[in-house]
């Protein structure tokens, strides 16, 4: 194959080997025996020993001298001849004399060596063979075993054609195959369908803050308008003005973050005025107040606000109705996080303050929040809150988990309008978002929903957005 | 929010309904959540305004009234036997002193008695700062007559409580497990109030009582003290265990407090008169109060109230003695709302109210951003504003808030840009793979001079690459594509900056005309590697606040 195709070999190999993978051929090895005749019986190719012996006597008469023939023939030929000949019955020696008896040529013999010249293969016939046996025995002609590999076509002839006048494979088209037409020369590889493919992620919205913004949607189809404030308030903001005691447990320094300093209240001296007055003696309002000595300072100190009705509660002070406000944005405990707990999460506050509102539409209006945003089965619990009465909790079905709490609310207690300087009844509610969101995603660890792993947030399927449905 | 623990059985016999879901139901009503525990146990977590039902007594009685089994009735003060000389204890000043007759103990009640008080004790009593409880049998107390005083730790001893020998108070304070917990909280020098009975000591308040009138599930008489630190608090104590001993229908006896400059009778059991205006009722719940005055009537009486009189106009009520929790009459409002049933109420919706929509909005403004970045392949965050403080030191950001009672150094600090919060996340992600592509619209906390809080906060947008390389280009191109989506590439432009997060050379100010907005560039080799992190980060950070200010202009 190697001389017919003009390739060396080593490359030869390599591409039967190839073609046997691809299962288009097979190759068999044999065990063949290789003859090839020796230096000594290339030489006896015009006329084996014996032969020149019988030619040598006939020339002399039919008769002469050993050392005649020694003489003339050399001793090699002579003594291998002489032993032959007699052997074959053609000459016979007596007293040193040799006597020639008859003589027939060994053409066999020679065209056997010649055969034979250029090594070649031994066949069955051949190896059977008398005369070739003499050879071999008489070590005129030399044989070897040797290995032979033969390939065969594995597939019908026809196929094997159609390979051959096949194009060469390209595993992609290119602009420069079709700008020069190249790509009529190639064909294009098939594509393993069992292999994965390579990771790549879409961009994406993060599942939690979708949650957040279908709660904004309800809420502005419902005509509420979102504000904020700052994370960092003094206390006045996030305790006293919705009326909790200085010394409430909830404003304990280890339930809140604190932040150095304090803020300067100058500018608030209306509100800050009637949080003591409604503090210390109960205001003008009808109450008893806490009848205490309320601190200014302590009202002062800078923390991170505990909970985001210290946004909507700011907003509404000597506001004039109607308002309809809501916030849904970050607050701070003092919580290392573990899967419940998290030192920060999103609370979802609201307020409404209209003329004639009250506890009965309240309770409406959550029902109409809470379908809004998926949850059809609820109960409301009678609760407490320091800054609300009556307050309630909101418990929600959701398929699949049961009841959880949704959200604390009520009607903003009496005292604390007195101190926001607002005279009309106000609704609020505030919940925990990431609680419900956990619930409704099947989400057991709350730190997941803060994403230090952000293969779990751009792994998180879209398709789960729609469970809340 | 306390949870009292009880036998359901118990509970049932207590209260008179031997239906549990019904029992639960009512509890549910009445402000608790129940929940029904191994061993045949009830827990009821109770709402802390309401301490009166922190006893077993206190939530049987309150169940019973509400379905009408009982009425409320005032205990009778027979007389008032004990006289109380107080030379008020410098750091514990009030002192309220009763007795309570007929009290039905056992082995089990006696239990929950000690868990009721305790319960007091760490909510309401602020861990016996504010109040503490001493209970006493009465039938082993020494004289009526007694002394509330400072007294001399190493001149006064006492045997306390389930001991027998006679300890010094200092030893008392140092020896006793209750003396190292409670010790410091009254302590004056070496001065430490005391109750004495006939020279006595029986109670070391808030610390300890003695063993002389210790309380055995055979006491049938208890002696009640209650010290504080708040004169109304002392009281209202005081009228709460009284409500609860007074269950079983025994006999209330009351003592003279003679202080220095005033003498007073303890408890005050009268009940307060109130009046409700009919018109606040209605206007606050949204029902006809005047119209339902029946139904009002009713509800009242089930939460316990005496309905004095009624008018077109008003209904005076008279308020429990252990109700502490109602200051205003927005309290007793509440309490027609419960009686009434929140359900059986009704639920009045609301009008939708369409808003009408004026310009661009700063939620407008992050959600181009947002939009623009999720197309480009950004994956959106959501990541706390606390951060480790050591992240603001590395990446050299100053002015930052520090949180001065964190719970641990991994949130010790706010950030004052999203980078930080981004750098952090990236550096828990190196496991991830890339590139990794990540933004987030969020708050940070800014320093404000002018500012009445110190800190302000501030809406920006922050985005990040990270990769086996990524360049300055990568982020450069992606404001650009924001910009123009804002309508603002006209005006952008780069200025070189000293940001030291990043790269000499490799970085930029950001300028919308003549307003800084933000930044980008490389973060540089060497905070990488003092943060632990293989991978280059090239990142870009702007002031939403500040583009909607330049795009409502």
Known sequence: MARETGLSVEGLNSIVELLKSKGIVVVEEHIVYIGKTTEEGLSYIEALPEEKVAEFVRSRGGSTSIEDVRSVLGESIASIGISWAVRRGWIRIEKGIIKLQSFTPLEKHREMLTLFSNAREVDENIKNDAVFQELVKRKLINVSPSKRRVVKLAIPYEDAAKLVNQKPAASKLTHDMLATGSWRNFVFKAYNLDALPPAIYPGKKHFFKEFVDMIRDVMEDLGFEEIDDDYIVPELWNFDILFQAQDHPSRDIHDILVVEGYADLSMFRDVVERTRAVHETGGSCGSIGWRYRWSYEKASKLILRSHTTAVTARHLINRKPPARLYTIARVFRRDNPDPRHSPEFTNFDGVIMERGFNFRKLLGLLAQILRAIGIEKFRFKPAYFPFTEPSVEGYGYVPGYGWIEVFGAGMFRPEVLEILGVDTPVGAWGMGVERLAMVVYGIDDIRLLFSKDIEFTRTFPYVKRLYMR | ?553
């Open chain 2, 1 to 553: 929010m306390p949870v009292v623990r009880a036998r359901t059985g118990l509970l049932m016999e207590m209260t008179g309904i031997s239906d549990i879901d019904k029992l639960r139901d009512i509890l549910f009503r009445l402000k608790c959540e129940t929940e029904i525990e191994e061993g045949d146990t009830i827990a009821v977590e109770v709402q802390s305004d309401r301490i009166d039902m922190f006893s077993v007594e206190g939530i049987s009685k309150a169940v019973r009234m509400y379905m009408g089994l009982d009425r409320y009735s005032e205990p009778s003060l027979k007389s008032c036997p004990f006289k109380v000389f107080v030379e008020p204890p410098k750091k514990r000043p009030y002192i309220a002193v009763a007795a309570v007759t007929n009290v039905k103990l056992d082995e089990e009640r006696l239990k929950l008695l000690i868990e009721f008080q305790e319960r007091l004790h760490t909510t309401f009593g602020r861990g016996r700062r504010k109040v503490a409880i001493g209970l006493h049998d009465l039938d082993k107390l020494p004289s009526t007559t007694l002394i509330y005083k400072d007294v001399d730790i190493d001149k006064t001893t006492m045997i306390p409580l389930h001991d027998y020998r006679e300890f010094s108070i200092r030893d008392v304070l140092s020896l006793t497990e209750q003396g190292r917990l409670y010790g410091s909280l009254s302590l004056n020098g070496s001065m430490h109030p005391a109750i004495l009975s006939d020279g006595k000591v029986i109670s070391l308040p808030p610390v300890i009582n003695s063993d002389i009138t210790r309380l055995t599930e055979g006491s049938r008489n208890i002696l009640i003290d209650v010290t504080g630190t708040d004169f109304e608090s002392v009281n209202n104590v005081l009228n709460t265990i009284i409500h609860s001993l007074t269950f079983y229908g025994g006999e209330v006896l009351g003592a003279v407090i003679r202080y220095p400059d005033k003498e007073i009778v303890t408890p005050s059991i009268r009940p307060r008169k109130m009046e409700l205006d009919l018109g606040f009722v209605s206007m606050w719940l949204g029902i006809d109060a005047g119209r339902d005055v029946e139904m009002v009537r009713k509800a009242l009486e089930r939460m316990g109230y005496r309905v004095d009189s009624v008018d077109s106009n008003r209904i005076a009520v008279m308020v429990p003695y252990y109700r502490i929790d109602i200051l205003h009459p927005v309290d007793v409002v509440e309490d027609i709302a419960i009686g009434i049933g929140y359900e059986e109420l009704g639920f009045a919706e609301i009008e939708p109210k369409p808003i009408a929509r004026r310009g661009v909005s700063r939620r407008d403004v992050a959600n181009i951003i947002r939009d623009v970045l999720i197309g480009l392949g950004f994956v959106e965050l959501n990541t706390l504003t606390l951060i480790p403080q050591q992240i603001a030191e590395v990446l050299g950001l100053e002015k930052t808030p520090i949180v001065v009672n964190a719970p641990s150094n991994e949130i010790n600090a706010l950030r004052t840009a999203l980078a930080e919060s981004i750098i952090n996340i990236l550096r828990n992600s190196q496991y991830a793979p890339q590139p990794v592509k990540v933004f987030e619209i969020g708050e940070v906390v800014a320093e404000c001079s002018e500012c009445y809080n110190r800190w302000r906060n501030e809406l920006r947008a922050c985005w990040a690459i990270m990769d086996s390389e990524t360049r300055f280009e990568e982020m450069h191109a992606t404001l650009y594509t924001i910009a123009r989506e804002l309508g603002l590439d006209k005006m952008l432009a780069l200025k070189p900056c000293n940001i030291s997060m990043f790269t000499k050379g490799r970085c930029a100010d950001v300028y919308i005309g003549e307003r800084l907005v933000g930044f980008l560039g490389e973060v540089s080799p060497e905070k990488l590697e003092k943060l632990g992190i293989l991978y280059p980060i090239t990142l870009a950070e702007v002031s939403i606040n500040i583009l909607h200010k330049l795009i409502s202009r």
